[in-house]
């Protein structure tokens, strides 16, 4: 039996806004990746665990990969996605159903300087219309690259998800666990905390989100049979600061509000949560400000 058993890292990558991190989560059956309508939501590399009878998948969720990375922020979330590509023991190629734009050309330019063995998840089979242009969309991409294998799913309606997972096993490696039973990701409590009101504060602040915008959760305490947590709300200029509060705070409030209710599911106790904008200038550009937010 042990001798069947295969392991490792598959790593999600695409262009940005594809719906990796929906699918992490769906493979998963967890919300460990924030969601956002928003490019360039997700930040960090973020190992979720599936557990199968005969495999152990790592999928690595990544940040999306793009060829407009002008800020520092920018440019070490286009090397974390690069890392974790390369890192992996296989790749999960994240495309939209029907489409294929200059970016999608430059991940997979990625993966075959890589050489890592890849298949294709085409995503969003939902929403593609006409729905007989599949086929010969799918045709197309396999004459792109050697792909071992090309799944259409729908990470959002769940469509195809187990397919795809057994599809991914078969190609790892075989080899023991490397994570225990029940370890569901290499993320810290605090880091999940924070970014779900990340998540909130993107979803909140829609068009007038700052690109310099990070979290931190800054103390986490046992406080009468809560959860007491403080987070720090960093800008990147002092003039940000009234957009994220809005007027007479209404918005930090409905921030709090949001991310509260949210992370009382996931982490399935109550939570008191104090938030604080604070200013940190040009955060985005400044390799220190990055380090010490887990950015690079
Ligand atoms: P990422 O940037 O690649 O991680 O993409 P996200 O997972 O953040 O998703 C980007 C957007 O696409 C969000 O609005 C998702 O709800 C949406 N999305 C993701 N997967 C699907 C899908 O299978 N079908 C549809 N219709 N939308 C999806
Ligand atoms: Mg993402």
Avoid: C
């Amino acid at each position: 039996m042990t001798q069947d058993f295969r392991s490792g890292f598959a790593a999600l990558v695409g262009r940005p806004n594809v719906g990796k991190s929906t699918l992490l989560n769906a493979l998963v059956g967890e919300k460990l990746s924030i969601v956002t309508p928003r490019p360039q939501t997700t930040r960090h590399r973020i190992v979720g665990i599936a557990n199968l009878p005969a495999a152990q998948i790592a999928f690595v969720d990544t940040p999306g990969l793009h060829n407009h990375a002008g800020r520092a922020l920018n440019r070490a979330m286009n090397r974390t996605a690069a890392t974790a590509l390369e890192d992996a023991d296989l790749v999960v190629l994240v495309v939209e159903a029907l489409k294929w734009t200059a970016d999608d050309d430059l991940v997979l330019a990625r993966i075959v300087k890589s050489s890592r063995p890849a298949i294709v998840a085409v995503n969003k089979v939902d929403q593609a219309r006409p729905r007989d242009r599949l086929l010969p969309y799918i045709a197309d991409l396999a004459k792109r690259h050697e792909f071992l294998a090309i799944v259409p799913v729908s990470a959002l309606k769940s469509h195809n998800i187990e397919d795809l997972k057994q599809t991914i096993a078969r190609e790892l490696p075989q080899a023991p666990a490397m994570f225990l039973d029940g370890e569901r990701t290499d993320r810290s409590i605090e880091f999940r905390i924070a970014e779900q009101i990340r998540e909130k504060l993107i979803l909140e602040l829609n068009q007038e989100v700052p690109y310099g915008i990070a979290v931190e959760v800054e103390r986490m305490a046992e406080e009468d049979g809560q959860l007491a947590v403080d987070a720090a709300i960093w800008v990147d200029r002092e003039g940000q600061k009234p957009i994220v509060i809005g007027a007479k705070g209404e918005r930090l409030k409905r921030v709090g509000t949001s991310a509260r209710l949210a992370l009382n599911e996931t982490l399935g106790r109550r939570l008191h949560l104090t938030l604080w904008v604070k200013v940190r200038e040009n955060w985005a550009d400044n390799a220190r400000a990055l380090r010490q937010l887990g950015l690079e």
